[in-house]
Each structure stands twice: as structure tokens, then as C-alpha cells.
């Protein structure tokens, strides 16, 4: 499975961005798929995931009611709409696509999002 993340950039606090995570091909809903972050100086750490086979959402307490994870089957894509965001959103985000456990999974290259104060 390849992905391929996109969508970053620069916005404004208060401002929202959607990102994207295209695969080259459909992914099975065995595949849980997700997205997760890493700030500078910090480690990779969850946002949200669309849970295998019955498509719950899970989110970081952090993003709760502010991101929204949702796929769309027709485009092998999978999308996160960030709403409200905050400086400490500032990090590159990573889509990843597993069965088991992420560490196991395919994982894209990673979209910078930068936000101003």
C-alpha cells in the first residue's frame, strides 16, 4: 500500500486546512487508517483513525471536536478537515494505513502544517 499525504501549508490560528492521504489503489477494511503527527523536538503522537471494518473514529483528545477523519472509497482517499486550528497544531502529519499495529503498516511521507499566532 502507498500513500501519499498532502494538503499542508501555512494558515492563521483560528483557521482550517484539509489534508489528504491518497493510495495507490483501494485499501481493504481490514486496514485501520489513520493519521498522526510529529512537532519539532516531540515525538510522532495519534490524531484520529478510522477503525477497520465498522469505520469509528477515534481523535486525540487534543483535535477532539476540531478534526474530522472521513474516507472516501470512490478516491482511496482518506481526509482530515482541521477546523479551529491552534499554533501548537504546528507539525508534520503522517497518514498510515495497518492491520495490527501502526509500527507494522505502510505510512506516507508526511505534509507540513504550519500555524501562525
Known amino acids: 500500500v502507498q500513500l501519499q499525504a498532502s494538503g499542508g501549508g501555512l494558515v492563521q490560528a483560528g483557521g482550517s486546512l484539509r489534508l489528504s492521504c491518497a493510495a495507490a489503489g483501494r485499501i481493504s477494511d481490514n486496514y485501520n487508517i489513520g493519521w498522526w503527527r510529529q512537532a519539532p523536538g516531540k515525538q510522532r503522537e495519534f490524531v484520529a483513525l478510522?477503525?477497520?471494518?465498522?469505520?469509528?473514529?477515534y481523535y486525540a483528545d487534543s483535535v477532539k471536536d476540531r478534526f474530522t477523519i472521513s474516507r472516501n472509497n470512490v478516491k482511496n482517499t482518506v481526509y482530515l478537515q482541521m477546523n479551529s486550528l491552534k499554533f501548537e497544531d504546528t507539525a508534520i502529519y503522517y497518514c498510515a494505513a495497518y492491520i495490527s499495529t501502526p509500527a507494522s503498516g505502510y505510512w506516507g511521507q508526511g505534509t507540513l502544517v504550519t500555524v501562525s499566532s
Open positions: 478510522l477503525g477497520s471494518n465498522n469505520g469509528n473514529q
